[in-house]
Each structure stands twice: as C-alpha cells, then as structure tokens.
C-alpha cells in the first residue's frame, strides 16, 4: 500500500516506530549535532573566545615589548663598549 500523495507536499513514509515509541529515549540526543536554523553558537563559547583572544593579544603585547627592552638594553652596551 503506498502513501497517500497531496499536491504540493511532499510524499510521506509510514513511520518506522508506531506511534512514537522510544522516540524520547535516545541517551545521546544532547550530544548530536544540530543542522539548520537550529545550529548556534552558545553565548559561552562567544564569551570563552573573547576571553581567550584578549589574553592571547595581551601575553603577546608583553613578550613583544620584553623582546623590545631587552634589544634595546643589550644595544646600549654593545654601543658604549665600542665607542
């Protein structure tokens, strides 16, 4: 017997579980992946980027402005031992 066709919609299959049975038991439903409209970033991995980025900017300011000082005063002795 096949499924009743309507126009305009697509055509339907029977259901492989009748009448939903066990369809709210699946133990790894949190874990799935989510697809369309429904696919979000979470407003704590936003937040956790933010942070990590700004932390990443500051620690690589500081070890440049480190490896800038340290030029600068190995350079001050290396011009007063030759002049």
Request: glycine fraction near 8%; charged fraction near 20%; charge should be positive.
């Amino acid at each position: 017997m096949s499924s009743p066709i309507t126009p305009g919609r697509p055509p339907t299959r029977p259901a492989a579980r009748p009448l939903g049975l066990f369809r709210a038991r699946d133990p790894l439903r949190r874990h799935r992946e989510i697809h369309g409209r429904r696919a979000r970033i979470r407003w704590w991995h936003r937040i956790r980027a933010i942070v990590i980025l700004a932390a990443l900017v500051v620690l690589l300011g500081v070890l440049l402005a480190g490896l800038v000082g340290i030029l600068f005063f190995v350079m001050t002795f290396i011009l007063e031992a030759v002049s």
